[in-house]
Nanobody, 122 residues
Framework: QVQLVESGGGLVQPGGSLRLSCAAS????????MGWYRQAPGNERELVAA???????NYIDSVKGRFTISGDNAENSVYLQMNSLKPEDTAVYYC????????????????WGQGAQVTVSS
């Protein structure tokens, strides 16, 4: 079973920056995608950013131009650089990884990190 370990997060003032990191344990057949969801109190979990196949990225509209997702294939890691943070970015951020369970990559499983609290407040 692949495991994810998140780090980063914390309290920052509006306009500030934070960086989240997520590292996956070794996999047999590799990882096809990694990314970040977030969930604010009373809201559904939403996809913030994802990196697919190592270099294809996508973002939710509300973070475009402010957040940058990047990955390190050799380290099975993904990072989320968050700049110009706003109070509405406050949420628990969850890393995920879709890893292959067979050689061809036709079957995958998703695992989640433990979550990192991000609070944007003055």
């Amino acid at each position: 079973q692949v495991q994810l370990v998140e780090s980063g997060g914390g309290l920052v003032q509006p306009g500030g920056s934070l960086r989240l990191s997520c590292a996956a344990s070794r996999t047999t057949w590799g990882i096809s995608a990694m990314g970040w969801y977030r969930q604010a109190p009373g809201n559904e979990r939403e996809l913030v950013a994802a990196i697919i196949g190592g270099d294809d990225t996508n973002y939710i509209d509300s973070v475009k131009g402010r957040f940058t997702i990047s990955g390190d294939n050799a380290e099975n890691s993904v990072y989320l650089q968050m700049n110009s943070l706003k109070p509405e970015d406050t949420a628990v951020y969850y890393c995920y990884a879709d890893y292959n369970v067979n050689y061809s990559g036709s079957r995958r499983r998703r695992v989640w990190g433990q979550g990192a609290q991000v609070t944007v407040s003055s």
